[in-house]
């Protein structure tokens, strides 16, 4: 079996228990070296993993020739300059979402990337979950017939709530991290602080949703109205082909986890309810409504129960390997950053 040689930059909580545990799963993959500040915490997280070579930046990880790929869970203001590094080194990498702090930063890397014929994959990890995939799948077949008439609305929604699921805890020790070697993107300088707050915000909690409101209608789309406050976000917009969309942000904090997007054609709906993210071996459900006369039904799919960091790396693994098309591109991911910076302009100041 051919195997991916692979290193990781991180192993803090999202390093180790949204990736690195799910990529030492694998047969097909070598785990290669870990880059990591903290001397205690990579010797135990590289026991632990059966990770070959520890080194403390990613700088030892560019240098390293036997090193196929990379997976890169740092601060995502770091992600600029490593990214960067990574990728003029060329290696194959992957990581967190945002791609980074501005979308002038993501057109650089992101052309580095296409320069060079290597895979930068952005952790929107939401559109690897089977039941995601299925829901596409639902509304895109849909689209093509027409047999259900116009796609007309799209709702989508997510609140804040216990996200860790009662996850293990990661290995930890008392060391600080290090100061990074390398400049800390900055965002532009046109933001104020109020704006840089709340762009920061959005980035880091709903460009998952407004990556997956792209993806669902297979198009671009842009928000006309926001109304911002203690109460949450609420945006409407419009797609390309003139489907609108509603998006809810709102936050509440309880032991539940509320995330969803409802679809609206002129005879159908197909509604999506996604896990917490760290839900183990938990896909979303789906539940599709069809009318037809008498025959009108409710379905509901039978879907892999698979948690979306686990479907995310397995497919990260298969595009380096053997050239399957990148479901979350930094092509994509770059249009997050744009769009979080037209909403900076339009309704955040």
């Known amino acids: 079996m051919k195997k991916l040689r692979l290193g990781f930059v991180g192993a803090g909580y999202m390093g180790q228990l949204a990736h690195i545990e799910n990529y030492y799963k694998m047969p097909n993959v070598e785990m290669a070296a870990l880059a990591e500040g903290r001397a ?56 967190e979402k945002p791609i980074c702090l501005t979308s002038e930063g993501g057109k650089e890397i992101t052309g580095i990337a296409g320069r060079k014929k290597l895979i930068y994959q952005v952790g929107y990890m939401k559109r690897f979950d089977p039941g995601v995939i299925a829901a596409r799948e639902a509304v895109q ?18 609140a804040y709530g216990d996200w860790t699921q009662l ?72 797609s390309e082909s003139g489907v609108n969309v ?59 129960q698979l948690n979306a960091f686990d479907a995310q790396a397995r497919s990260f693994v298969d595009c380096v390997l053997n050239g399957t098309p990148v479901l979350s591109p930094a092509s994509e991911a770059l249009k997050e950053v744009e769009l979080a910076e037209e909403l900076a302009k339009k309704f955040f100041k």
């Open 167 to 238: 996850s293990l805890p990661p290995l930890s020790t008392d060391e600080a991290p290090p100061a990074y070697p390398i400049d800390m993107e900055k965002f532009p300088e046109w933001m104020s602080k109020p704006q840089i707050e709340k762009i920061n915000w959005w980035l880091n909690f709903y460009s998952h949703q407004t990556n997956l409101v792209r993806y669902y209608l297979g198009e671009d789309y842009s928000f006309d109205y926001a109304n911002h406050g203690d109460n949450g976000t609420y945006l409407l917009g419009k």
């Open 141 to 158: 077949e849909m689209k093509s017939t027409g047999k259900f008439g116009r796609l007309m609305y799209l709702r989508i929604w997510c």
């Open 246 to 304: 509603f998006m809810e942000a709102y936050p509440y904090a309880h032991n539940h986890w509320d995330e969803g997007c409802k679809i609206y054609f002129e005879k159908a709906t197909v509604e999506v309810r996604n896990p917490a993210p760290l839900a183990k071996q938990q896909a979303a459900s789906v539940r599709i409504f069809r009318n037809e006369g008498a025959h009108s039904a409710i379905t509901e799919p039978v879907i892999q």
């Open 40 to 95: 205690r915490l990579a010797e135990n997280v590289a026991r632990r993993y059966g990770i070959a070579k520890v080194y403390p930046t990613h700088r030892e990880i560019c240098a390293d020739k036997d090193i196929d790929a990379v997976v890169s869970i740092m601060y995502y203001s770091l992600n600029y300059g490593v990214v960067k590094d990574l990728l003029n080194a060329g290696k194959n990498v992957i990581t």
